[in-house]
């Protein structure tokens, strides 16, 4: 294998070109992307980089790193279509870059649900840098901020509107905050911190169109018919992952780019990962990230295969983060199929929930509990009966545990 | 103000810090080899391990709440001088600033 060809430069497409190299690859590694300038970390585009607007420190890298580890950067360059009999893939301006083996990593983009009146000037998403720096600039000159979508972007986004002194309201079309991700329990405790911010949580409340007078939007018409005045407006429903190029090339998608466990798509010449892909759970179920820890994991996972030949299946322990204020959410695990939920101690009486299924613990949600949330990274699949034997307190498990290892 | 990068195998890079920097953000920026900073400094990750130079322990201080919890899981031993440089935040009596680097961070 002399030339691998990476589509897309987030952090997963960065990830598997450094990985690549670091396990030994000496042949050409090419990364293409549409995005101009150096791969970035996305998570701070919506906490510290929206309060501080430091760009250069959201580089992964600094330009000498691709220099030096021979990684060829295409920037601003938008893969077209691929070859899959050649082993090519085009760009939209007309170049070939021939592949022995091709890496899917076109992440995803944000949904927009179809509400009415989006084109109009104040309405913004926030996906990427140039997104993040529009809507800073714009934050500075607004008074009242409408997030619509209670999930993490525009949570994340509320809490530091709320702290610059904008008045944020939140419509969240679902009865909860986060739904998708979160046991009701730590959906609740998150609508108490944010209305203790400041910020009104509309719960069950859909957009029904947005209003504009003079092309600036004025507010939003909500599903009980009642219009919120406001100045800038924030679509934050969501995003769905980028599999066009895939299903124009007849690569099997479903929830995304469909791999099988070591990452390889329906052609064994072709791996996908990270937001873009969907992958089977050590269970075989299938599941799609969002996350720096997939795309990352993912990435390391498919270099190690390529370049060393190892054939185990991608097994990682999820984990996700997010800073609303100044509450950190820590997640480890996948709750999303728990059938209990118990409240464990936790430092400071932060919270922190155990998610279990069939007695075993599949995910905790933890508070500014760091300790909690790496011991619980470790003990995921513990029977219950087990946690249940020390309190449920996490780092006294992990610490019998490694006490009396098991049989 | 100036920071001093020692690698494992004793490769000594000296580079320039801005104030308010963290020694996590300054290596990343200076393409430092031996500090990954997987999560960006968010405290999810133990991949900014340093060890704090014996001379400059005292001046950088202890380590924040939660930071001996991560430090558990770092890759290489650690030390009572063992930080997570994304912890530590450049200010001028850090000037000069001298940190060990271990051997792996994964």
Redesign the interface.
Known sequence: MSRIVIVGTGQGGFQAAASLRQEGFEGEIILIGDEPGLPYQRPPLSKAYMADGMADRLLLKPAAFYERASITLRERTRAAAIDRDRRVVTTVDGAEYPYDHLILATGASTFRPPIPGQEADGVEELRTLEDAARLRQRLADTRQAIVIGGGFIGLEFAAVARAAGVAVTVLEAAPRLMGRALSPEMSAWFLEAHRAMGTDVRLGAGARRIESADGKVTGVDTSDQKVIPGDLVLIATGVRPNVGLAEAAGLTVGNGIVVDGTLLTSDPAISALGDCCSFPLPDGSPVRLESVQAAVDHARHIARRLVKGTTDSYAAVPWFWSDQGKHKLQIAGLGTTADEVVRAPGPDDQPVFLLFRDNRLVAVETVNAAGEHMAARRLIGTPKAVLEAAGFGLKQALNAAKAAPPA | MKITYITADGTETVVEAREG?SVM?VA????IDGIIG???????CATCHCYVDDAWAEKTGPQN??????L??AASETKPTSRLSCQIKMRPELDGLVVHLPETQL
Request: glycine share 14%.
């Open positions: 920097d953000q990343i920026a200076n393409d997987e999560c960006g400094g968010s405290m999810m709440d939660g930071e001996s919890d991560l558990d899981c």
